[in-house]
């Protein structure tokens, strides 16, 4: 099984509605993002958070909110779906101690589509 | 925080080694270069980790000068598996700094 699970992995809605990608992880890691790639533009970062009571937006995180209901969960809302969130979102997790405090370990991405 | 400059794309043939190069002229003291590889469709993964004179794993190596405002990363002989995007992040990540990964590097690998 996934260290970090993305629930749904593929889904399509229509403009307005509210969708909630989920997350989870059984690394144990503090620190949990989530991030969107377009095509061509890289991974850009939404929110972050450093442990349940620690949430931070990112560089894009307008039309988005997030919920950390416990250190291996860390879900991301669209309250109302807009086409050009249309994306592959990826969660990812990191441990944030020592030299390695910087390594990512990702999820397998949601497919997100929003006509 | 400080900003990467990477080549949008390269080319390379099998067999042959592979050096992109990271450019991060604002770097500070605390921070770590670290380098990850995505293939289509997946999350990236991590390749290596450095702060300074050169580091080596079993897949790669990571080359940092004295000043520090660049970096190297290097792909001994490539193989068609190789062809990937690969990002340079620089950041320290220990004090919460946000993890912004910019455009990378697109390599294709051809026979």
């Known amino acids: 099984d996934a260290d970090v699970t993305q629930t749904p992995r593929n889904r399509i809605t229509k403009t307005g509605k509210r969708i909630m990608l989920e997350c989870s992880q059984t690394?144990?890691?503090?620190?949990m993002y989530w991030y969107r790639q377009d095509p061509g533009l890289g991974l850009r970062l939404i929110y972050y958070s450093f442990d349940v009571k620690d949430i931070n937006k990112g560089e894009i995180s307008d039309g988005y909110s997030v919920s950390r209901q416990a250190q291996a969960k860390f879900s991301l809302s669209l309250e109302s779906a807009i086409p050009n969130q249309t994306a592959l979102y990826f969660c990812?997790?990191?441990?944030?101690?020592?030299?390695?405090?910087?390594?990512?370990?990702f999820g397998e991405g949601s497919r997100l589509t929003v006509l | 925080l400080a900003k990467t400059t990477q080549p949008i794309s390269m080319d390379s043939y099998e067999g042959q080694e592979v050096n992109i190069t990271c450019s991060h002229n604002n770097i500070a003291t605390n921070d770590y270069i670290t380098w990850y590889q995505q293939f289509p469709s997946q999350g990236p993964r991590f390749i290596i980790q450095?702060?300074?004179t050169k580091v080596t794993n079993e897949v790669a190596s990571l080359f940092i000068p004295a000043d520090r405002k660049s970096s190297t990363l290097s792909l001994p002989r490539v193989s068609l598996s190789d062809t990937a995007v690969y990002y340079c992040l620089v950041g320290d990540f220990e004090m919460g700094y946000a993890l912004n990964f910019g455009k990378g590097t697109s390599l294709l690998v051809t026979p």
């Open positions: 450095g702060y300074k």
């Open positions: 690394k144990g890691h503090d620190r």
């Open positions: 990812a997790t990191s441990p944030g101690q020592g030299a390695v405090g910087g390594e990512l370990f």
